[in-house]
């Protein structure tokens, strides 16, 4: 097991009032697994990889549960003890490549700057090694590539210098947050191959965040769907896509047009829009949307539950 | 001549050019050649479908079609009348039934004005209703969109994207258009509240008898609301035909790379599907290749495509593919 969290709580304190972005967040990592994580704008995606990754600067944040890499608890460990770990072991790629990039320097030097941050070694070694990463990321011709400053290159060359940039630390743990989200299809292919690819050259266990039904079953082993902050269903990618339990995922798997096929006259939307996490409903979250809701549902929160394949739902727990 | 068959606006070889630079930076002044050579027929109450990837030039082509952009070059008619250098004044009466949809809602909605009054501005623009008629169109106008009355009073950051993404709906068939150009409407939605949208527009559609042109970059909502799909290609339509027909067998190489890219959720382990991952990158409008503008990335080019570019050929009534070695 390279991750394992329990029961992760994340709060902000806001001039609204508290916002609970994350309420009880639980999932293990196996070694070169590749995690996906789905779920709509604002379901607490971001916050809690940014949690693991010990990101979270708000002084107005509270962070609560407990969040074991490698064994080792990372939830109040030093600011500085964080950073090494980050450099060397996890590492992370975001939707807009240019948080990772610096705009005045070519990517062969920034790259070889990461390399010689967590390594000693030459600055010649170092170049070396930036060519045969960038060579890995499929740059048509790396050494060239070297001399580049990010505006010289596409979107997808860009996410794909960061790639080979978190890559350098051989990471035991890759953290994905949307890499794929702006960039064209025909480029999010070529990187989820490359993830794909690192996985089973690097043995690197990789948790993919994406609001893509779509990328997440073409790409990840095992899936977990957010809602409003919490877990709402876990499973096998074929569990979940052949089998799809919670209420919210069956909807938004239904509400997803068909590539091939007939066309439905209408899709099947889901009314409503997601909770505000400053007013959440007394019970299930989902509840003023869900076409299946009784009345358990108005007053309390159903939990995971256990398995390999659980849903935070009654009539599940019921069926 | 039924009115399905009637042409609503039509292009002929038009072409959108920007200068960028001046002659004093370092490359000097250059042309992107953003919109090139694009000849489109658009008839009454279908949806044309544009596809193709960032920057190869729909937004532009969209708004060059609603005459927000100045058309370098090449014709655009409306009902068959030609309004390709129609000054603003004479565009007037056309604007009304001509409207554009945009993206972000909030960026296109003014976020000191309350929603009502948001709606309510094109009516006061373009018609001589008095303010009590107009009051009681913008309340048919959020039913019509799927508001409730009190959110008239509501600031656009009060809302939903959804929310908001409907208002600026209200906001564009306010006129009773005939026309409605959607660039990416739900592209900024989630996945819940983006099939609501659809199913809007799809309603609006049938009952206000509108014709649309939807951009879309998730080409699976394309397919769902088009009748027809023109693919783009570097400032070029290289593929149109009716939407199902492309979609399951695109005949030019980009448009089966692209098709073949999209992910899409598979319930058996692994899927039958083919993908053709394409090399290279999308080549930048301000210097355009020689030939067929994608035979730098085409898995089956030849010598003859770096040389000679193939035109946009109709092979059978309403399938256009521009390729030497379309698969038809
Ligand atoms: N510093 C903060 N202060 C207050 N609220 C915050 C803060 N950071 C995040 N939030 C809130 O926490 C919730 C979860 O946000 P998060 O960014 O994790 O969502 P997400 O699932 O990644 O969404 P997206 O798909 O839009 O990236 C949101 O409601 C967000 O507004
Ligand atoms: N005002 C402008 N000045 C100079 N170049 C422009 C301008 N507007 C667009 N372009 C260029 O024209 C080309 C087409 O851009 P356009 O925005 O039409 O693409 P698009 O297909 O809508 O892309 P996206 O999917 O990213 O929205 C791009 O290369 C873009 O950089
Ligand atoms: S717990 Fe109730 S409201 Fe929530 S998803 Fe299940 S049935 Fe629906
Ligand atoms: S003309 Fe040649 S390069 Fe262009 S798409 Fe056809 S085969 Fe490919
Ligand atoms: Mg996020
Ligand atoms: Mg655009």
């Known amino acids: ?319 | 001549m039924t009115d399905t068959d009637r042409p609503i606006l039509e292009t002929r070889a038009l072409a959108k050019r920007f200068s960028i630079g001046t002659r004093f930076s370092a490359e000097g002044r250059r042309t992107v050649h953003a919109v090139d050579n694009v000849s489109l027929t658009v008839r009454h109450g279908e949806t044309v479908g544009l596809v193709g990837e960032s920057g190869c030039g729909k937004s532009t082509l969209a708004r060059c079609l609603v005459r927000l952009y100045d058309i370098s070059d090449g014709k655009l008619f409306f009902e068959g009348d030609d309004i390709t250098s129609k000054s603003l004044s004479e565009l007037r009466p056309l604007r009304r039934r001509l409207q554009m949809v945009f993206q972000d809602p909030s960026a296109s909605l003014n976020p000191r004005r309350r929603a009502g009054d948001l709606v309510a501005e094109p009516l006061r623009i373009h018609t001589k209703l008095s303010s009590a008629e107009i009051n009681k169109r913008v309340a048919e106008l959020f039913d019509l969109v799927g508001l409730l009355p009190d959110h008239v009073v509501r600031f656009p950051h009060e809302f939903s994207g959804g929310q908001r993404q409907r208002v600026g709906i209200a906001r564009a068939i306010a006129l009773n258009p005939d026309l409605v150009v959607l660039d990416e409407p739900v592209s900024a939605l989630d996945v819940s509240v983006q099939a609501q949208i659809v199913n809007l527009l799809a309603d609006l559609q049938e009952k206000l008898k509108l014709t649309y042109i939807f951009i879309a970059h998730d080409l699976s909502v394309v397919r769902q609301v088009s009748t027809r799909i023109a693919v783009m290609y570097l400032g070029s339509i290289v593929e149109e035909g009716p939407a199902e027909e492309v979609f399951a067998k695109p005949a030019h190489p980009y448009s089966q790379a692209l098709i073949s890219a999209v992910p899409v959720v598979e319930t058996t382990p692994s899927g039958t599907r083919k993908r053709i991952i394409l090399t290279g990158d999308v080549p930048s409008p301000l210097k355009p290749p020689s030939g067929c503008r994608f035979h730098p990335r085409c898995p089956i080019a030849v010598d003859r495509c770096r040389t000679e570019r193939p035109e946009l050929k109709e092979y059978r009534p309403g399938r256009r593919v521009a390729c030497h070695f379309p698969t038809l």
């Open chain 1, 1 to 319: 097991m390279i991750l394992s969290v329990r029961d992760l709580k994340v709060s902000f304190r806001t001039n609204d009032g508290l916002v609970r972005a994350i309420d009880g967040v639980s999932f293990d990592l196996d070694e070169s697994e590749i995690l996906g994580v789905v779920g709509e704008s604002g379901s607490g995606k971001t916050v809690s990889l940014l949690a693991v990754m010990g990101l979270i600067t708000d002084p107005n944040a509270t962070i609560e549960g407990s969040i074991r890499y490698k064994g080792r608890e990372l939830v109040g460990l030093p600011a500085r003890e964080l950073r090494r770990l980050r450099g060397n072991e996890i590492a992370m790629i975001f939707q807009d490549p240019m948080t990772a990039l610096t705009p005045v320097y070519t990517i062969g030097w920034q790259i070889a700057e990461q390399i010689r941050a967590h390594r000693r070694v030459s600055k010649a070694k170092a170049m070396e090694r930036v060519e045969e990463l960038l060579a890995e990321v499929n740059f048509p011709n790396p050494h060239e590539a070297m001399s580049r400053y990010p505006h010289q290159l596409s979107g997808g060359m860009r996410q794909r210098a960061v790639i080979a940039m978190a890559l350098s630390c051989n990471p035991a743990l890759l953290v994905a947050d949307e890499p794929t989200t702006a960039l064209d299809v025909t480029v999010q292919a070529g990187i989820l191959d490359l993830v794909r690819k690192l996985r089973a050259t690097h043995k690197s266990a990789v948790v993919f965040i994406t609001h893509d039904m779509g990328v997440v079953s073409e790409l990840a082993d095992r899936v977990m769907v957010m809602y409003a902050g919490r877990v709402v269903e876990r499973g096998s990618r074929t569990e979940l896509f052949s089998d799809p339990r919670h209420p919210y995922t069956r909807a938004l798997l239904g509400s997803i047009p068909p590539l091939t096929g007939e066309k439905p006259r209408r899709l099947p939307a889901i009314p409503g829009s997601p909770p505000s996490l400053l007013r959440l409903p007394k019970g299930c979250a989902f509840g003023p949307r869900c076409p299946v809701r009784y009345e358990p549902c108005e007053t309390e929160k159903p939990a995971l539950g256990a398995g390999s394949h659980p849903a935070a739902c009654f009539r599940v727990a019921q069926a």
